[in-house]
């Protein structure tokens, strides 16, 4: 019998041959190993020079003016599957679109690359971990499906890895697609919240950087880490 929160549609590892189970592994490892790469290259390489959050802005208001406001929404998901970092666009597309519609770009944009980077995973690293993962962290894999919504926001939560690399690591395991994202809905909506109610700080450390809004920022930030902190506090309670 499948443990109460294993997905029903799981692939199954069992009479498959070695040989594609280690095709499958060093896919995967090849994917997540590519993905941290962009993630680097993003953060302190040479594609931080693209991510000018001024120019990012005036080319989101207009694309959005053009195109329609779900141009933001795809182009935030796919920002977000190649690892641009999620704080970054949540705070561009807040300031560019406003509170409100800024704030729904940022959820379903990332609900839509949450999808697909942990379909991802699902794909190349469920059998993977099935096979090679032992029992005791398959065990541990069981115990998050079980969870499901609560251990993916709290997943959603703790920034200890990058959002694309938490999403397609969380797709090897036992949570379902549909409780992962409820539970990453549940985890972003806190933060970007918060994004939204200091959204003028924000644009000022945009338009003006010097020392005034770097406080402005770091204050927001503080605001912010402790409303997520507030918020994992209670999720620990229902758990």
């Known amino acids: 019998m499948p443990s109460p929160g294993s997905s029903n549609n799981r692939p199954s590892a069992v009479g498959k041959p070695v040989v594609v189970h280690r095709r499958r592994l060093i ?13 680097a290259a993003w953060s302190w390489g040479p594609l931080k020079a693209l991510l000018d959050p001024e120019k990012l802005v005036a080319n989101l208001r207009e694309a ?3 195109y329609g406001w779900y141009s933001a929404i795809a182009g935030f998901a796919v920002a977000s599957s190649v690892g641009v970092p999620l704080i970054f666009l949540t705070i561009v597309s807040i300031v560019a679109f406003g509170p409100i519609l800024g704030t729904v770009i940022t959820l379903t944009g990332g609900a839509f690359g949450a999808a697909f980077s942990f379909m991802l995973g699902q794909q190349l690293g469920s059998e993977v971990l099935e096979h090679y993962g032992g029992k005791r962290l398959n065990l541990i894999s069981e ?3 079980q969870r499901g919504i609560l251990a993916a926001a709290a997943l959603r939560m703790v920034p200890i890895a990058p959002f694309a690399v938490i999403n397609m690591v969380a ?3 036992h949570i379902r697609l549909r409780d992962y994202l409820l539970g990453s809905a549940l985890g972003m909506t806190p933060g970007t919240l918060l994004f939204a109610a200091f959204v003028d700080s924000l644009a000022v450390a945009l338009h003006q ?9 770091i204050v927001t930030l503080i605001l912010i880490v402790l409303g997520i902190w507030l918020g994992r506090k209670w999720l620990a309670r229902l758990d």
């Open 143 to 145: 115990r998050l499906g």
């Open 27 to 39: 896919i995967f490892l090849l994917v997540l190993v590519g993905l941290l790469v962009l993630v």
């Open 209 to 217: 950087p010097g020392p005034t809004s770097t406080v402005l920022v």
């Open 64 to 66: 959005g003016m053009r």
């Open 171 to 173: 797709g090897t395991s």
